[in-house]
């Protein structure tokens, strides 16, 4: 495969997993809202300061007051702005157009599908009446995609080179969204007597990464901090935790590199030695620091971004 | 409530003697061979159609099958324009055009070797000197190269018409980078998305061989102590318009599809840049002009071509198809002596007729061209895409002036031929939805490879969807139709 196509391989599945969990992130925080149990996560201004923490662009003064409706134009449909979901859509597109003869008619199909109903859709029936509509289709697509990757393509570098972008992609926003909430549940501590560990924030982020319904599988009681860490960090089953999508990322990078014992300055090897820190983690150690560790795993999903792309993608 | 009442698909259809159309005799009854197909449409209404249509349409959208427009800054996608009710080539005559577009691919092919070397048909005095030696595209660079497998033009775009006599003519060859196979194709798939019942009525030859066929000619011109050769397609990239026909070409064929920037050349050897490393190239089907295909040897400021490129061509390490510089010989002027080139190389009589043309370069025919501008349509030697071309009977008298004054300051540069009138087929037209005669030509695309030629069977009908137009260039709005073949 030209190495040109695979970066853009990979950059389409990492576009398409990031339209999707910032899509997501804003239909539960928008939704969950509106009824939470106190005031300060009722209210809109926290809202929708959450959603700007999550693409990137935190608020440094909370008395700057924010406007709903261009907020979520901003981050759903501004065409102008890098971190849109509209863009992320493009790129998305953009990347599989340059690789369409690798991947098939019908995820081609699909992704043009996808293009054409974000381009499409009304920006004031977005921002007033579509949230649910446009973020809830975001989602459902995207579930398309990757069920036509998975069940389209040849199992072979192209598809391992996809679900790199896609799992680095998802451990890498998974981990944002903790970040987020953290924040979010930091702020709403000692409103309604709340302590952080009680957080509702922690329901409202395990349902962000859609494993509310497996985590109460799992512990069947009320999230707490230390759980809902454990289970999003930590537990190799659950199919959105930072660990899983580590351990696609080695399983698929194996597909590009089969030596058994990888060179130390591979990615192969990168990818091992974060993959066995976290292995043996617990979410205690997290919960001491958890700032420190998500600029730490954060940095170092970058890295294996950055070897990828030395080792595979330039020439 | 009273029922909408529903107008059979032809009822409208309005047949203009004048006109040699395709499907009806000028009686208005229908030729033998579309009579089933009619029955079988006719079984639809108009607004059974128009349903039809839409969906063929929003089939070609969703597979990104588009071209882009600009427009107030925004770019938007159109599809290509195609029509639902196919066109129907009998046994017989396909017969005649496959042998015809072979015999032209043929000659071409010895022709353009001959003006690389010898040179023996200008010795001899049948095509003149100053003809080759003034046309923008002999690539003295040529000169004495071997191509492997002695083929310059692999891949023949022939544009051929049914003139009203209802005897085909070769219009013109295109030997470069001729394009719209893809479209054949598609238009194919989208036929027997929305009407495949009819299909069970006609025996039609599969135009999804092509691709297959494409990479038996590639393989078959590799170069010298090659085993297997790795082919690539070339393309300038994905802004261009033609890129979903490279995409479609690479993936039908499963061969890397790379940009210039993917390939470099080491030792005059040519290699890809892949995720293990440099991967040797021996076979490349370049749909980048031959200005841009290496900025070392052509067009210093191209970005789209390989440093090096042509000098490992030269030395035989990689084969190019087409060969740089076969544009020479599908220049317009060239196109006048193909059945003195035909004769001379194969001892054949032409297969297909040619237009007669008029030479501009040659005095006394330029005064009759001057003479008789309203009743001839002058194009201009070396351009593609039906751009500045006119047609004598649709100028007023000031344009008429205009043209004479643009032959006089460059005769070499123009030719002209009678007009032609091009046969019509019944075309869907969506402003008055209904069906109306409309002009119609075919482009066949030949494969000639090493001890190894192909036809596809079948071929780009281009219609000009404008009332009256007679130029079906995509690019100047013209739309296609499927196009059947009939099996024996």
Known sequence: MLARVANNLFWMGRYIERSEHVARYLNVNYFSSLDAPNELSQSRQFVLQSMMFLVGEPLDDDSIILKEEDILFNIGLNANLPYSIINNVKYARENANSARDLISTELYESINKFYHFVIRYSIEDFTKKGLYDFTVNITEMTAILRGKIRGTLLHDEVYAIIMLGINLERATQVIRIINAKYNDAVKAKGSYGDKISNSFEWTTLLKCVESYDMMRRYYKKTPTSISTLEFLILNPDCPRSVINSINQVYKHIKVLDESKTPDKNSTAFL??????????????????????????????LVQISLKMENEFFTY | MKPEVKKPIFSSYINNPALFDEVFNNDGAAKNVYQKLLDLYGNHSIQDYVQLNNKAKSSFFNQGITFQVYDNKETQEKIFPFDLFPRIIDEDEWEIIERGAIQRSRALNLFLWDIYHDKKIIKDGIVPLDLISSSANYLHQMIGVDPPGGIYNHISGTDIIKHSDGNYYVLEDNIRCPSGVSYVICNRTALKRALFGVFNHYKTHSVTNYAENLLDILESVKPKGVDVPNCVVITPGMYNSAFYEHSYLAKAMGVELVEGRDLFVENDFVYMKTIRGPIKVDVIYRRVDDQYIDPLEFRAD???????????????????????????????????????????????????????????????????????????????????????????????????????????????????????????????????????????????????????????????????????????????????????????
């Open chain 1, 271 to 300: 990818i091992s030695k974060v993959k066995g820190e976290y292995e043996f983690k617990f979410a205690e150690e997290i919960e001491e620091d958890i700032q420190g560790f998500i600029e730490k795993i954060l940095n170092s």
């Open chain 2, 302 to 488: 191209s970005s789209l071509g390989v440093p090096g490129l042509f000098a490992a061509y030269i030395k035989g390490n990689v084969c190019l198809a087409n060969a740089p510089g076969t544009g020479v010989a599908d220049d317009k002027a060239i196109y006048t002596y193909m059945p003195k080139i035909i004769k001379y190389y194969l001892d054949e009589t032409p297969i297909l007729n040619n237009v007669h043309t008029y030479h501009c370069s040659r005095p006394n025919e330029l005064k009759y061209v001057l003479e008789h501008i309203h009743e001839l349509v002058v194009k201009p030697v070396d351009e593609a895409g039906g751009y500045g071309i006119s047609i004598g009977n649709r100028l007023s008298k000031a344009e008429i002036k205009v043209v004479q004054e643009e032959i006089k300051q460059n005769p070499r540069k123009y030719i002209a031929q009678p007009i032609m009138s091009l046969s019509v087929h019944p075309t869907y037209i969506d402003d008055s939805e209904s069906f109306e005669q409309r002009h119609v030509d075919l482009r066949t695309f030949t494969l000639l490879g090493n001890k190894k030629e192909f036809v596809l069977k079948g071929g780009l009908s281009r219609v000009a969807l404008k009332k009256g137009n007679l130029i079906v260039n995509s690019s100047q709005g013209g739309g296609s139709k499927d196009t059947w073949v009939l099996k024996k």
